[in-house]
């Protein structure tokens, strides 16, 4: 059973930065061959990548501020934002699955954590 624990939300201004992290346990194997995705308000897209770093796909509204990253020794999942904007405020989700390729579909992969509240005054 793969759990995923998102931390690293909380409230910051316009312009500012913010890491968030999702820590990935998977009970007997590694995230290798894992397609992971960062999702807002649940259901829209944000960032995703292979586990391995070298496919990566952004949102439009975030391409140029936002990056996707991982850390393998800790098997943890990064997004980091720069020149956060209001409307970047909502609850953000990540989640992950054996894929050969990465989604941007909502709802395609099976994992998901619990997500962390992102929000950004003007």
């Known amino acids: 059973q793969v759990q995923l624990v998102e931390s690293g939300g909380g409230l910051v201004q316009a312009g500012d930065s913010l890491i968030l992290s999702c820590k990935a346990s998977?009970?007997?194997?590694?995230?290798?061959?894992?397609?992971v995705g960062w999702f807002r308000k649940a259901r829209e897209f944000v960032a995703a990548m292979k586990w391995d770093g070298r496919t990566t796909d952004y949102a439009d509204s975030v391409n140029g501020r936002f990056t996707i990253s991982r850390d393998n020794s800790k098997n943890t999942l990064y997004l980091q934002m720069n020149n956060l904007k209001p409307e970047d405020t909502a609850v953000y989700y990540c989640a992950a699955d054996v894929m050969t390729t990465i989604t941007t579909t909502y709802g395609v992969l099976r994992y998901w954590g619990q997500g962390t509240q992102v929000t950004v005054s003007s």
């Open positions: 998977a009970s007997g194997h590694t995230f290798s061959g894992y397609a």
